[in-house]
Nanobody
Framework: QVQLVESGGGLVQPGGSLRLSCAAS????????MAWFRQAPGKQRDFVAA???????NYADSVKGRFTVSRDNAENTAYLQMDNLKPEDTAIYYC????????WGQGTQVTVSS
């Protein structure tokens, strides 16, 4: 079955960096686009970044120039490199794919605070 497992979250000071990973299994990873979303307390889940099967990327305006999405098809893993983090980046980060329906990971908490 399709499984997505995020890791790499944590507590970081403003201006710091984190790299999130999304380990995928149960499907042919290289055949599907991957996306990252985030959900802050009391808010809706919002799009952050996506990467297609050809490596084309797309970002929310709020993270452009600070976040980089990538994928390693040999490792069946998607990544989100987050630099120059801000307190407003604090959220649970989820990876997502779509294979006839949407699949979500369980999420990983990112807290940006001094």
């Amino acid at each position: 079955q399709v499984q997505l497992v995020e890791s790499g979250g944590g507590l970081v000071q403003p201006g710091g960096s984190l790299r999130l990973s999304c380990a995928a299994s149960g499907f042919t990873f290289s055949d599907y686009a991957m996306a990252w979303f985030r959900q802050a307390p009391g808010k809706q889940r919002d799009f952050v970044a996506a990467i297609g099967i050809g490596g084309i990327t797309n970002y929310a305006d709020s993270v452009k120039g600070r976040f980089t999405v990538s994928r390693d098809n040999a490792e069946n893993t998607a990544y989100l490199q987050m630099d120059n983090l801000k307190p407003e980046d604090t959220a649970i980060y989820y990876c997502r794919t779509w294979i006839n329906r949407v699949f979500w990971g369980q999420g990983t908490q990112v807290t940006v605070s001094s």
